[in-house]
């Protein structure tokens, strides 16, 4: 009876021992399942991010050049501007010379010092 007794107890602890270990088992597996995942995630946000930072970079470059090129065209357009501006200021002073002169020797001829007046 003691023996009888016994292995039962044996089964029973055996049992109770599979029991706990499909306990354990599964958790750890869902923990490894979990970590892979977590990795994968983890790897794929880094690429994300890196190329979130090249795109960032190919951006920065094209506004970087864009600018270069606004600036050239800027100060071309501001050179003209001066260039024609200097035109038209020589053509004026030219005019007003002429005027000047024109209007002296009108005066002179109705016998007026223009230096008087």
Known sequence: EMTRQYQELQKQTAAQSQR????????QEQLVTRLQESHQIQQTA???????DRTIAQV?????AMERE???????????VLAKMADASQ???????????EHKEQLQEFGLNP???
């Open 20 to 27: 706990l270990e499909a306990k354990v088992k599964s958790p």
């Open 46 to 52: 880094t690429q994300a991010l890196a190329e979130r």
């Open 60 to 64: 920065q470059g094209r506004l970087d």
């Open 70 to 80: 606004y600036e050239k065209t800027l100060h071309g357009s501001l050179d003209l």
């Open 91 to 101: 053509h004026w002073e030219e005019v007003g010379v002429s005027i000047t002169v």
């Open 115 to 117: 230096l008087e007046i």
